[in-house]
């Protein structure tokens, strides 16, 4: 199975300030997936990270909010830029491994700003 | 419109009673699906995975269908108790290598 090392587990942040979240892999993975959860709602994908070319966003993300960095096939970042309140929620990160048999999650990263 | 539906959004049941849960799927080529149970502030956890050539697999008290042909699936959870309230997701992963959830069940299990 993969191993995903997502860090930090928490954090807690002044607004307009940024935050950057890594995840990291044990193995080399395709594409990393990057979900938002709000308190009291279920995930939602802000966007697909593939290395070698810009990240995918979903409706109602975009980059310079949620930069998005993937140097390679086992490791990406997603910063939270110039942070808000609504901005308070878990992220995580995921990857599809194994040609698609196999689906691994990132611990979270519960961030709340203040 | 959402590649994965999940129905219904909520759902509140008393203890003891049955309930089943929806979803939907419009991704191809299909290589499987997960059922996910997550509890609050807690990450994802896999209950059931469904290759294209299984139509229904048990864990418990969870039992999960899969229509290949219709791109439908359920989770039927039996003699429902306090500790099933969380989020059920339903996650598809195609074309290989990509994946894309469900927005989620939300049941609740009432004493």
């Known amino acids: 199975s993969a191993v995903i090392s997502q860090k930090p587990s928490r954090d807690i942040c002044q607004r307009g300030t940024s935050l950057t979240i890594q995840c990291q892999v044990d193995s080399q993975v395709t594409m990393m997936f990057w979900y938002r959860q709000q308190p009291g709602q279920s995930l939602t994908l802000i966007a697909t990270a593939n290395q070698g070319s810009e990240a995918t966003y979903e409706s109602g993300f975009v980059i310079d909010k949620f930069p998005i960095s993937r140097p390679n096939l086992t490791f990406s970042t997603l910063t939270v830029s110039n942070m808000s309140p609504e901005d308070s929620s878990i992220y995580l990160c995921s990857v599809a491994a194994f040609g698609g048999a196999e689906a691994f999650f990132g611990q979270g990263t519960r961030l709340t700003v203040v | 419109k959402n590649q994965v539906e999940q129905s219904p959004q909520s759902l509140i049941i008393l203890e003891g009673k049955n309930c089943t849960l929806q979803?939907?799927?419009?991704?191809?080529?299909?290589?499987?699906l997960r059922w996910y149970k997550q509890d609050t502030g807690r990450g994802p956890v896999s209950l059931t995975i469904?290759?294209?050539?299984?139509n229904t697999k048990s864990n418990g008290r969870y039992t999960a269908t899969l229509d290949a042909d219709t791109k439908q699936s359920s989770l039927h959870i039996t003699a429902s108790q306090l500790s099933d309230s969380a989020s059920y997701i339903c996650v598809v992963l195609y074309n290989n290598n990509d994946m894309r959830f469900g927005a989620g069940t939300r049941l609740t299990v009432k004493p």
């Open positions: 979803c939907n799927y419009t991704v191809s080529p299909f290589s499987n």
């Open positions: 469904m290759t294209f050539s299984e």
